[in-house]
């Protein structure tokens, strides 16, 4: 009987610690180094989480590698982000044929309309990180899709963050012409010994493929 407490002990700590991993990675960067000798595309490909695997297939999919390596700052969606997108196609493609239908995976890698602007709406080639860049204000870029975008820094009254400090706390914002607003949950991560990308990680609500110019949202 002590031996079966025991190992119900061990493994409800596994569980626990596993979950908040988790949930580390999913609100905030906190379980991530601010700076990697790895590129970007190493970086996400390698994540513990396997948070950006389905990115990584669109990416080679599209040849995108050396691109988005050269670029100044990359916000990458994640897993969640493009299966909301997965989701909204389905809905589409539904009350499109009128029967009951799925936009998968595949399907989008096999969708002509898949092209580089994809990817590339979420790259810029200037640096910018959230400490040391972004302003309250925002600034606005073009995309190496072409959408204009703007960047801010948005301070959060969310009291949790205020537990241990008086300072401001901010977010990253990642938005098209002020209308789609995306916050960053993973922030300022530079690659290559700081010669990289910065690399920014969007939040799990995102939907995929929404900052480019035909985009509406």
Same mark, same amino acid.
């Given at each position: 009987?002590?031996?079966?407490?025991?190992?119900?002990?061990?493994?409800?700590? $596994?569980?626990?610690? &596993?979950?908040?991993?988790?949930?580390?990675?999913?609100?905030?960067?906190? $379980?991530?180094?601010? +700076?990697?000798?790895?590129?970007?595309?190493?970086?996400? %490909?390698?994540?513990?989480?396997?948070? &950006?695997? @389905?990115?990584?297939?669109?990416?080679?999919?599209?040849?995108?590698?050396?691109?988005?390596?050269?670029?100044?700052?990359?916000?990458?969606?994640?897993?969640?982000?493009?299966?909301?997108?997965?989701? =909204?196609?389905?809905? +589409?493609?539904?009350?499109? =044929?009128?029967?009951?239908? $799925?936009?998968?995976?595949?399907?989008?890698?096999?969708?002509?309309?898949?092209? @580089?602007?994809?990817?590339?709406?979420?790259?810029?080639?200037?640096?910018?990180?959230?400490?040391?860049?972004?302003?309250?204000?925002?600034?606005?870029?073009? %995309?190496?899709?072409?959408? =204009?975008?703007?960047?801010?820094?948005?301070?959060?009254?969310? #009291?949790?963050?205020?537990?241990?400090?008086?300072?401001? =706390?901010?977010?990253?914002?990642?938005?098209? #012409?002020?209308? #789609?607003? #995306?916050?960053?949950?993973?922030?300022?991560?530079?690659?290559?010994?700081?010669?990289?990308?910065?690399?920014?990680?969007?939040? %799990?609500?995102?939907?995929? %493929?929404?900052?480019? $110019? +035909?985009?509406?949202?």
């Amino acid at each position: 009987m002590n031996k079966i407490l025991k190992y119900s002990i061990i493994l409800l700590m $596994v569980v626990f610690a &596993f979950n908040a991993c988790q949930d580390d990675y999913l609100t905030d960067g906190g $379980v991530c180094e601010s +700076e990697t000798s790895l590129t970007v595309y190493d970086y996400l %490909n390698t994540n513990r989480y396997h948070m &950006f695997d @389905s990115l990584i297939v669109i990416i080679d999919s599209l040849k995108l590698k050396d691109t988005i390596n050269s670029t100044g700052t990359f916000f990458a969606p994640n897993d969640y982000n493009i299966k909301l997108y997965l989701d =909204v196609k389905t809905t +589409e493609l539904k009350a499109l =044929v009128g029967i009951d239908t $799925v936009y998968s995976f595949n399907s989008l890698l096999k969708d002509p309309a898949l092209a @580089s602007d994809f990817i590339l709406q979420y790259a810029l080639k200037d640096k910018i990180t959230l400490q040391d860049d972004a302003t309250i204000a925002g600034i606005e870029y073009t %995309n190496l899709a072409g959408s =204009v975008i703007t960047v801010k820094k948005i301070k959060t009254d969310d #009291e949790a963050y205020y537990q241990y400090t008086d300072d401001p =706390v901010y977010f990253l914002y990642y938005c098209k #012409e002020g209308k #789609e607003k #995306e916050r960053c949950q993973t922030t300022d991560i530079v690659t290559q010994n700081g010669n990289g990308t910065v690399l920014h990680a969007l939040n %799990n609500g995102h939907i995929f %493929n929404r900052f480019t $110019v +035909e985009s509406g949202d």
